[in-house]
């Protein structure tokens, strides 16, 4: 199931994304008139357990650090978050009993992350566990109406 939702993903414009043999490092181009950004997204283990992974993403600097604060403003943001869902995807398709939780550097990109699965939600919601961690670090099904701090999304069981 999770195939059909790479599909859907695949008609809107994205970057090429370069992806390691593990699928825990992700690296494509944010490409503008004036220039080229290299950004990585990374999935970083954030339990003890193994079973949650944090996604961290941003601009590749040239010593293998990522910069998640940097605004780039190449004027493809759209783009760049359709490639970085889709390595979400891909991550979730290689490893479908790990969940990922992300948050923004910054108040306003968590907040445009949460439009962008607002907007999203309803082709998700099949497919995938999508629950917002509250300001009290307490987990709830994501609602469209509130504010989160981060996001923790998982595979459905028995959908694949």
């Known amino acids: 199931m999770i ?3 790479l599909v859907l ?3 809107k414009p994205h ?3 370069i992806n390691s043999n ?4 992700y690296e494509f181009d944010s490409i503008s008139e004036l220039k080229t950004i290299r ?3 990374v999935y970083l283990p954030y339990s ?3 079973e949650i992974y944090q996604l961290a993403f941003g601009n590749l600097l040239e010593d293998g650090k990522i910069d998640i604060y940097d605004k780039s403003a190449n004027k493809d943001m759209k783009i760049v978050l359709v490639t970085v869902i889709r390595t979400l995807l891909d991550f979730l398709s290689l490893y479908p009993h790990k969940s990922v939780i992300f948050t923004g550097s910054t108040g306003t990109r968590t907040r445009l992350y949460r439009a962008t699965i607002s907007k999203l939600f309803d082709s998700l919601q099949d497919v995938l ?3 917002g961690i509250t300001f009290d670090l307490e987990k709830e099904l994501f609602d469209k109406t509130k504010d989160y ?3 923790l999304i998982s595979k459905k069981d028995g959908k694949n």
């Open 129 to 131: 566990l999508v629950q």
């Open 149 to 151: 701090y981060a996001f």
């Open 15 to 17: 970057y090429p994304i």
């Open 39 to 41: 950004k990585a997204v």
């Open 3 to 5: 195939e059909i939702l």
């Open 48 to 50: 003890d357990d193994g």
């Open 22 to 25: 593990s699928g825990f490092t």
């Open 9 to 11: 993903f695949m008609e």
